[in-house]
């Protein structure tokens, strides 16, 4: 069960509904997300695995970060790190991480807020459980995704958002089925609190079962669902999709969704992240923690890193044992 929630759906403002002339966007591909570990051994499932990076564009990676329920002492992060050329976006939907850099960011990002990192010219980067969660355990959920930026941005200063749970712009479908939590960008003539130098939209939308949620999309974006929990259909063909599962639309004026009746009891609705931005279209050059435009950038990104020129560990650093 996601963070924030509201006691009455109908007491938001409402996503306006659609017109006769208003075209859904076609289903292009369902893939599924593997899982894997990432950082010191924390479970991921990589979402945009096999997707063309035509089609994700501007994005280039995201994992969805459990769902886990921790024992005592199994919580687990990531250790320093450095970026370069992108902005990451850490999304906790259940749970706590912490979070510092090397120009001075930091802080705790809890149920339902999001840390959004411009890496641009260099950072050095930790997120990891706070030790109080460390030592009781408990539940571990999020999103952490990586939007490029184009050519002219890649160097720009580095800089740090931390938006409350409470940020977040929340509305509902014309019926009050569905609760949209808007993160960033333009969702149905709603705009969220996320500032960044890619335009892009970001909600996650929690749709209850029978419900169906047609939501305005901007034309120039692409448009991406994942699966965050729960069943349904997507698009006017009412293809199938569960868990952990991506679709990649085609062009249109918004996207449609419809939970199933029957969930399973640890997931009572259909949680998913929609999320799009306009194409940056240039040629992308990743390796590891840096996204540059071509190998030769790769290389001096690699060379700058470890001359010391992306940043310093600060000496009351987080993440000492």
């Not at 120009?103 to 990192?117: A, D, E, K, R, Y």
């Amino acid at each position: 069960m996601p963070a924030v929630t509201v006691p009455d759906n109908l007491a938001l403002p409402r996503i306006a509904g659609t017109t006769p002339d208003t075209v859904i966007r076609p289903v292009r591909s369902i893939t599924d997300a593997p899982s894997g570990f990432e950082g010191e051994g924390f479970p991921v499932r990589r979402a945009f695995a096999g997707v063309a990076l035509a089609d994700l564009d501007p994005f280039i990676h995201m994992d969805q970060m459990g769902e886990v329920e921790y024992a005592p002492g199994e919580p687990k992060g990531t250790a320093w790190h450095p970026h370069r050329g992108f902005e990451t976006v850490t999304y906790m939907i259940d749970g706590t991480f912490q979070h510092q850099d090397s120009i001075g960011g930091g802080g705790l990002i809890t149920n339902g807020s999001t840390q959004w990192m411009t890496a641009g010219s260099g950072i050095l980067h930790i997120e990891r459980p706070p030790e109080q969660l460390i030592a009781s355990g408990g539940l571990f959920h999020g999103i952490q995704l990586w939007v490029n930026l184009p050519a002219a941005q890649k160097l720009v200063d580095p800089r740090y958002q931390d938006l409350d749970a409470g940020d977040s712009v929340l509305v509902t479908s014309p019926d009050g089925g569905a609760l949209v939590r808007v993160i960033a960008g333009d969702v149905g003539g709603h705009r969220g609190p996320g500032s960044t130098h890619t335009p892009i939209s970001l909600a996650h939308a929690t749709v209850e079962p029978g419900a169906e949620l047609v939501l305005p999309w901007p034309g120039e974006f692409n448009a991406l669902v994942y699966v965050l929990a729960g069943r349904g259909t997507v698009g006017a063909a009412a293809q199938p999709l569960h868990t952990g599962q991506l679709v990649v639309h085609g062009s249109g004026d918004a996207l449609t969704l419809w939970a199933a009746e029957e969930q399973e009891a640890r997931h009572p609705a259909l949680d998913v992240l929609v999320l799009g931005g306009r194409p940056i279209r240039e040629p992308v050059a990743a390796h590891g923690p840096f996204v540059m435009n071509t190998r030769a950038e790769l290389v001096q990104a690699f060379e700058h890193y470890e001359a010391g020129r992306l940043g310093r560990v600060p000496a009351d650093h987080i993440g000492h044992s």
